[in-house]
C-alpha cells in the first residue's frame, strides 16, 4: 500500500486542499476543504476515490470554509483540529462577509476533535496528531511515519513559516511547535502545506530563513 496526494489549491487564498488517499484501495481523505467543493468533488469522482473522511488542520475560513458542505455531500465526519480553534469554526461566517467572499461559507462543527498523540487513519495508513500552536491556538499536524510524510498545514512553508499577525497567532509558540515537535522527527521527513510547495524538514532546518 504507498500513500498519494492530490493537491487542488481553491479559492482566492490559493490554498492546497489535499486528497490522500491509497492508491491501490482508492480510499482516502480530504484534508482542509477551504471551498469550490464542486471542484473537490469532481476530482474525487475523477479519481475514483471513496472519502472516508475530512481533515482539519485548523480552523481558518482558508482551510475550513467548505467543510460543512463537502461533508454533507460525501456523508463522512470531520476531524480536527484541536478543540481551542473551536471558536474560529464557530465564526467562518462572519469571516467571509469581512474579506468579502462571494462563495457561500457556513460555521463548522467537527465531529470529533484531535489531541496530541491521537491517531488518525484511512485505508490502514496511520497517521499521529501533533498539536502545533502558533499560526492559530488550536493547529494540528499529521504525521504517518511508515511513509515519512507530514502534513503541515499553515505551520511550516518551503523557506517560511505560519503568518502568526491573526488573532490566536504567537510567533514564539510557532517556532517552539517547528523545532520542538517536527524537525526532530528527521531530515528525511517529506511535508505538504497548506500553500505553495512542499519539501523536507532537513532542507527547512538548514536554510529556512525563521529557523536558522
Known amino acids: ?7 487542488i489549491p481553491v479559492t ?3 490554498q ?3 486528497i490522500l488517499f491509497d492508491e491501490g484501495e482508492k480510499r482516502g481523505v480530504v484534508v482542509d476543504p477551504g471551498g469550490e467543493v464542486d471542484r473537490i468533488r469532481e476530482a474525487i469522482e475523477q479519481a475514483g476515490l471513496a472519502v472516508e473522511a475530512i481533515w482539519l488542520t485548523h480552523g481558518h475560513i482558508d482551510h475550513a470554509g467548505g467543510a460543512m458542505d ?6 463522512v465526519k470531520i476531524l480536527g483540529p484541536h478543540e481551542v480553534d473551536r471558536e474560529l469554526l464557530l465564526n467562518l461566517e462572519a469571516q467571509a462577509r469581512m474579506f468579502g467572499l462571494s462563495d457561500p ?8 476533535f484531535l489531541d496530541e498523540g491521537e491517531g488518525v487513519s484511512f ?8 498539536h502545533c500552536p502558533g499560526h492559530s491556538p488550536g493547529h494540528i499536524v499529521f504525521y504517518n511515519e511508515a511513509a515519512k510524510f507530514a502534513h503541515v498545514g499553515d505551520v511550516l512553508f518551503h523557506g517560511s513559516i505560519g503568518r502568526t499577525d491573526l488573532p490566536g497567532g504567537d510567533h514564539a509558540a510557532l517556532i517552539r ?5 517536527l524537525l526532530p522527527l528527521g531530515d528525511d521527513i517529506g511535508f505538504l502545506c497548506g500553500h505553495g510547495p512542499g519539501g523536507r524538514f532537513g532542507e527547512e532546518r538548514r536554510t529556512n530563513p525563521f529557523l536558522v
Open 16 to 18: 492546497n486542499c489535499t
Open 70 to 75: 463537502l461533508k454533507e455531500a460525501l456523508g
Open 105 to 112: 461559507v457556513r460555521d463548522v462543527a467537527p465531529d470529533r
Open 123 to 130: 485505508a490502514g495508513h496511520e497517521f499521529k496528531v501533533f
Open 12 to 14: 482566492p487564498f490559493q
Open 177 to 181: 511547535s517547528i523545532k520542538e515537535k
Open 1 to 7: 500500500m504507498s500513500i498519494r496526494a492530490g493537491i
